[in-house]
């Protein structure tokens, strides 16, 4: 283990850096260092070596050229034990480098400014820094680098052990960090440049390379199951509320299976806009759904859907929560895992809080869907990533279809709107039977159609007689029509493209069924 005698500091976010450079004074470390960072160290009274004075070459172009130097990289690359390496840079007058610590110019937190100019972005791209970085993680058996000043006083007490060095391991740790640090970097400056030079069509085109990067934000306690481990990562550019931006306000740590399903909840109310609405999911399905002219009285219909399956569901609203509501959600005779709404009455916190240490209370902000950045879906196969735009797609009464003898009336219409918003959400082969914007029943994952209205049917229990049947994709055969007429039924909505949809509307005209088309499936798989 050799000792480290000299030390490279050069860094854009200087915290801890005072301090950590008076721990390496006292292993007798000698400090190179560059501009403000020397500067600031000469200020607190810490011997500096001025970086011109290693190199015999002035700091030019507003210190875009002070490290690219062979004084500076030779000290750094030589490799220890190869004696032509020590021969080569002493015959250079070139003393060996054992530590750089480095950390970038902050082009992240530059482009992040709503007037930063391109010149401004270019100017805070660093370009030294990821050399001397990439120099010194490339010869980490010889050389330490610290790239996060989390790690400064780490690396003193190992010091401290390793009387004034580091171990090859430790080093190596070390430099893999390094190299995580300057991927990010540049793959910060690909995006911006991309949203720059690409045109607004090459923008739509899926990547050849997904760079995206996500932070875990944390360990969770295990994944869908307790033998699989998990955690919960963060994109780094957030575009619209969401679950990964909401703030928890009580309750214990959501858990794997919390996020997914109030995802779902959440994205599924994000539909609603024009009234009151509220969502009940249970295993990322609505189970019930409502739209009404105040938020207590859409949550008691929504939970009224299927109160059997609500049973430790968890609730969406679209409107902050009032005192009412708040008061029907905490009712003793529901189990409600997580509430999520843009915002919460004072009294309505209370009331909920004093339901349960247990139940968790997320808010978001006021909604929306970014429309212009949506982003995109992502689901994961074994040796492979499936990418896709989200679906966003809207319906409105404008593009409806009336394909039979008998058109939806008005009302109709506005619960066939609602469902098919609703559908959208469901796990695929999915139907939702609805009436007065209220989803009365669901059928949800089948593997056939008419199955899933056999089980919507039977969850409606009734409630359905005289509303409207929404079907993320087109029916393949006229049974499960037959099986809505049956139900009662009166009107149904769903995208056509079949086959035998002559056959199924013919079987809507002799049914009695107004149905309209849509044009555009909604599978969720």
Not at 39 to 56: A, M, S, W, Y
Not at 330 to 351: N, R, S
Not at 372 to 385: A, D, F, H, I, N
Request: hydrophobic share 40%; net charge negative; proline share 3%.
């Amino acid at each position: 283990m050799s000792k480290i005698k000299r030390a490279l500091l050069s860094v854009s976010n200087k915290e801890g850096i005072v301090d950590f450079a008076k721990g390496l004074k006292e292993f007798g470390v000698e400090i190179i260092s560059t501009g403000g960072t020397g500067r600031l160290l000469k200020e607190k009274g810490i011997e500096v070596i001025d970086i011109d004075q290693v190199t015999d070459f002035p700091e030019m172009m507003d210190g875009r050229v002070k490290t690219l130097h062979p004084a500076v990289h030779g000290g750094i690359l030589a490799v220890r034990d190869n004696e032509e390496h020590l021969k080569e840079i002493a015959a250079q007058d070139i003393e060996p480098i054992d530590l750089v610590v480095c950390n970038l110019y902050p082009f992240a937190e530059t482009i992040a400014r709503e007037d930063v100019s391109l010149e401004e972005a270019i100017e805070n791209i660093d370009i030294g820094g990821p050399t001397m970085i990439r120099s010194a993680a490339k010869n980490n058996e010889d050389v330490a680098v610290v790239v996060d000043p989390a790690d400064y006083d780490e690396l003193l007490a190992e010091m401290k052990v390793g009387n004034g060095g580091l171990t090859k391991t430790q080093k190596l740790k070390l430099a893999y960090k390094a190299f995580h640090h300057t991927a990010e970097y540049d793959q910060r400056i690909q995006k911006y440049l991309g949203e720059i030079v690409l045109s607004e069509e090459e923008k739509k085109e899926l990547p050849e390379t997904l760079l995206d990067r996500y932070d875990k934000r944390e360990d969770l306690r295990y994944g869908e199951n307790p033998h699989q481990k998990a955690a919960f990562y963060l994109e780094e550019e957030q575009n619209e509320p969401s679950i990964s931006t909401a703030e928890q306000l009580h309750g214990k740590g959501m858990s794997y299976n919390n996020i997914n399903d109030t995802d779902g909840a959440l994205e599924l109310i994000k539909e609603f806009e024009a009234k009151p609405a509220a969502a009940v999911i249970k295993h990322a399905n609505p189970c019930g759904m409502a739209a009404a002219e105040n938020l207590k009285e859409a949550f008691v219909n929504a939970h009224a859907g299927d109160p059997l399956s609500a049973f430790g569901s968890i609730v969406a609203a679209n409107r902050k929560i009032d005192a009412a509501t708040a008061r029907e959600i905490a009712d003793q005779d529901k189990f409600i895992e997580v509430v999520i709404a843009p915002d919460y009455e004072a009294e309505a916190l209370e009331i909920l809080k004093e339901r349960s240490d247990k139940m968790r209370i997320l808010k978001t902000g006021e909604l929306s869907i970014n429309r212009e950045k949506p982003g995109y879906s992502m689901k994961k196969v074994t040796g492979g990533l499936l990418v896709q735009d989200r679906d966003l797609a809207q319906t409105t009464a404008e593009d409806l279809e009336v394909v039979t003898d008998k058109a939806p009336t008005e009302e109709q219409i506005e619960d066939l709107l609602f469902s098919w918003k609703v559908v959208k959400h469901v796990k695929s082969n999915a139907i939702v039977m609805a009436k007065d914007e209220m989803v009365v029943g669901v059928g949800a994952g089948q593997m056939s159609r008419v199955d899933s209205m056999i089980i919507a049917g039977r969850k409606a229990d009734g409630r359905q007689e005289g509303g409207v049947v929404a079907s993320d994709a087109f029916f393949p055969f006229p049974d499960a029509v037959e099986k809505a007429a049956e139900l009662g039924i009166k009107a149904i909505i769903q995208p056509g493209g079949s086959i035998r949809d002559e056959q199924v509307i013919e079987a809507c005209n002799e049914l009695g069924i107004a149905m309209v088309f849509t044009g555009k499936r909604h599978f969720r798989h």
